[in-house]
Every structure is written in structure tokens, then in C-alpha cells.
């Protein structure tokens, strides 16, 4: 979550029409709360609901926080809840013109689309909207959201195609869209994201190339790249050396080609490389993954490697999880748990 400058209100203090107006109609969508948080939304002081942070300044609501998951009670006596709500989300939430934050990450039952007209909320940092029912495509007012840091979508129900108009979200440093049924190409825009350090598109129905920056100045901060379970083809491009600062590169069960670059080898940091369940064709695994000292996941089963693998293997110290083709031998670490 991110951290704000808000603080609740003292009570006896009405909030702005507006938020009250966005967050009486939010409520009155959801139809089914077991947390029993939005039965404690009386009153015209909103700042003081469970849930709701303020600007200590201006009294508008700035952040909307009401996962699934979460601790009530105090630091003494922390009671972690896990609850649910049913309904949709309000377009009215638009009134609510200062929020940075809107949370209502494993809330299991929330259905709808996102609505279209939190395009105007420009200064939200962070919509996490995780594990719900969310259906349709992606509004395009989403990618007019220049402030956001985190776009969190992933377990929902979302289709279409991923618009080119991502690459406007140039503060965007977290993107989750993993496990929904988008189809179509990965945008060539996302490597106009500058600022992105994870990356997570794994299991829907993407095809096409992967799409990488063509100089390492573009990804400088890039740590998790998650291309799994799609149906992308064609090679994985040199240009992934460029990617020094990546610590996981999962782009299993898909139908990429061709060897597996040498220019792995200058990726020092990464801790997890899954490239299994492909049609790589090698006579061996290059021995640029020498280099990958950090390793402790490498998953390279089902693919055409036809000679040894590398012997270093057997050095490697944090090598914890291991899927390698059958009937290839390596002595590996004590401890290893092998697929």
C-alpha cells in the first residue's frame, strides 16, 4: 500500500458532498459485505469510517482501503480477518476527485466492469481490484491515469486486447494482469515504461513475440518479467541481456523457438529462470548460465535439448528447485528438490 501523507479526521466533521455522494453509492452497490465495514458508513463524517483515510489539509478522501484480507483490532490483540463483498463498484466513485488509492484486492465478489469515468481520478497512484470478478475489457480512461504506480488486475475476468495505450502510464512501477483471457499481441508501447520494476501477464491467451526494450536505458529497473502459460512464439531477443536488473524470468508453456541466448549469462542477478514447456531447440544449455551463481529455481524441461548440462550446475549454492530434461545427469547441491 502506498504511504500517504492522510490522517482520519476528528469526528464531528462532514466530508466534502462529493465523497460522501461517490462512497454512499459505492456502498449502496454491494449487496453483500460479511466484514460488516459498510455498515459503518453512517453519518457525514467519512473520514472516520473504517476503510477511508483523508488529507489532513483539505478534508477529501484520499484513500479507499478495503481488502479482502486485513487486521483489525489493535497491536496487542491483531485479529486478521478474511472476508467478502458482492456488488459492483460504483461509476460514482468518480466524485471522489482526490483519492491516490483504491484497494479492494480479494473482495472475491466483485462483478461489472471498471467503470469508464475513473479516467478522471488523476491523482490515483494505486487501483488493486485483485482477485475479483471483474469482466469486459479495460476502460481506456485507464491509461489516462499518468499518476498510477501500481495497476493490479490479475484473477478477474477480463478480455480484449492490452492497448497500446499502456505505454502512457510512465509512473506505472508494478503492472498485474496475470490470469484473465486477454488475447492478442503483448503491446510494443509497454517498453515505453520507464519506470517498471514487475511485469506479471502470465496465463491468458497472448500471442505473438515478446515484446523487450531495445536498450537497456528503457528497463532500468525491471525485477520480475512473468510471460508464462500464454501462446507466445517466435525467439526470446538478445535484447532480454539488456535486463541486468531482473531477478525472475518465468516464460514457461508457451511456443517460443529457436536456442536460448547466451546473453542470459549477463543477467548476474537472476535468482528464477523458467523457460520449460517449449520448443527450444539446443544441443546444450549455454554455458553463459555459468554465471548465474544466484539461481535457486531453473526449470528447462520439455524442450529439445539434446546434449549434457552444464556441469556447473553442481556449484551453485543457492540451487534450491530444479526441472531438467529426463535422463539429463547432473550432481547437483545437497538439498536440491528436483521436478
Avoid at 504506480?149 to 499502456?166: A, F, K, P, Q, W
Avoid at 531453473?298 to 553442481?314: A, E, M, T, W
Wanted: proline share 6%; hydrophobic share 35%.
Amino acid at each position: 500500500m502506498i504511504s500517504l501523507m492522510i490522517i482520519n479526521i476528528s469526528a464531528n466533521k462532514a466530508c466534502h458532498p462529493d465523497d460522501l455522494k461517490g462512497l454512499n453509492d459505492f456502498k449502496a452497490g454491494i449487496h453483500s459485505d460479511t466484514s460488516g465495514r459498510l455498515s459503518k458508513w453512517i453519518g457525514q463524517d467519512c473520514c472516520n469510517w473504517p476503510g477511508i483515510s483523508c488529507n489532513s489539509t483539505t478534508n477529501r478522501v484520499v484513500e479507499i482501503y478495503l481488502p479482502g484480507h486485513y487486521v483489525s483490532g489493535d497491536d496487542e490483540s491483531p485479529n486478521f480477518v478474511s472476508s467478502t463483498m458482492s456488488g459492483s463498484i460504483s461509476p460514482s466513485i468518480s466524485l471522489l476527485t482526490s483519492l491516490q488509492v483504491i484497494d479492494f484486492n480479494k473482495l472475491v465478489g466483485l462483478t461489472g466492469q471498471i467503470p469508464e469515468s475513473i479516467g478522471v481520478l488523476k491523482n490515483l497512484k494505486e487501483l488493486n481490484l485483485q482477485t475479483n470478478q471483474i469482466s469486459s475489457t479495460i476502460p481506456e480512461s485507464v491509461f489516462t491515469l499518468t499518476s498510477l504506480t501500481t495497476l493490479n488486475l490479475e484473477n478477474n475476468h477480463l478480455t480484449g486486447e492490452i492497448s497500446e495505450n499502456i505505454g502512457n502510464l510512465q509512473a506505472l512501477q508494478k503492472l498485474f494482469l496475470s490470469n484473465n483471457s486477454f488475447t492478442g499481441k503483448i503491446p510494443v508501447s509497454i517498453t515505453k515504461l520507464h519506470s517498471i520494476s514487475t511485469i506479471h501477464l502470465e496465463t491468458n491467451q497472448l500471442v505473438g513475440e515478446i515484446q523487450l526494450p531495445l536498450s537497456p536505458a528503457q528497463w532500468p529497473l525491471i525485477k520480475t518479467l512473468a510471460l508464462d502459460n500464454n501462446k507466445l512464439t517466435g525467439v526470446i531477443p538478445d535484447s532480454i541481456g539488456y535486463l541486468t536488473t531482473l531477478s525472475s524470468l518465468s516464460i514457461s508453456n508457451n511456443q517460443l523457438t529457436g536456442p536460448i541466448p547466451s546473453c542470459l549469462g549477463n543477467i548476474k542477478q537472476l535468482q528464477l529462470l523458467k523457460v520449460n514447456n517449449n520448443n527450444f531447440s539446443v544441443e546444450m544449455l549455454p554455458t553463459s548460465i555459468c554465471g548465474l551463481t544466484e539461481l535457486s529455481v531453473l526449470y528447462v524441461s520439455q524442450n529439445k535439448i539434446h546434449g549434457p548440462l552444464p556441469g556447473c550446475l553442481s556449484s551453485f549454492k543457492y540451487l534450491l528447485d530444479v526441472d531438467i530434461p529426463f535422463k539429463r545427469t547432473v550432481t547437483l547441491p545437497m538439498g536440491v528438490h528436483k521436478q
